[in-house]
Nanobody, 117 residues
Framework: QVQLVESGGGLVQPGGSLRLSCAAS???????????MSWYRQAPGKERESVAV???????NYADSVKGRFTISRDNAKNTVYLQMNSLKPEDTAVYYC????????WGQGTQVTVSS
């Protein structure tokens, strides 16, 4: 019943920016602020990795590869989580997935980000 829908991916040149959105619905007993919300990504030939996390208390954590460039945030009223990506590099090219975790982790369908000149 929980549904996560990512959007905002696309093609961008190195050094550019994108903002990904994750719209959540179906939280009958809670809100996004009650979940650990994360962004994962998977690039060709690589395993899926966590890149950004926002906890129920609002604290955030980032993979070393994106620290200082990516920012995760949420709008509790809209049940939406965002990933602001700045100074994008070709190695950021991947499918980006939104997840919501409490006891069970829910996944979105993913959105493609391609960084290329």
């Amino acid at each position: 019943q929980v549904q996560l829908v990512e959007s905002g991916g696309g093609l961008v040149q190195p050094g550019g920016s994108l903002r990904l959105s994750c719209a959540a619905s179906g939280f009958r007993f809670s809100r996004v602020s009650s979940y650990v919300m994360s962004w994962y990504r998977q690039a060709p030939g690589k395993e899926r990795e966590s890149v950004a996390v926002i906890n129920p208390d609002g604290n955030t954590n980032y993979a070393d590869s994106v620290k200082g460039r990516f920012t995760i945030s949420r709008d509790n009223a809209k049940n939406t989580v965002y990933l602001q990506m700045n100074s994008l590099k070709p190695e950021d090219t991947a499918v980006y997935y939104c997840t919501a975790a409490a006891v069970t982790r829910y996944w979105g369908q993913g959105t493609q980000v391609t960084v290329s000149s």
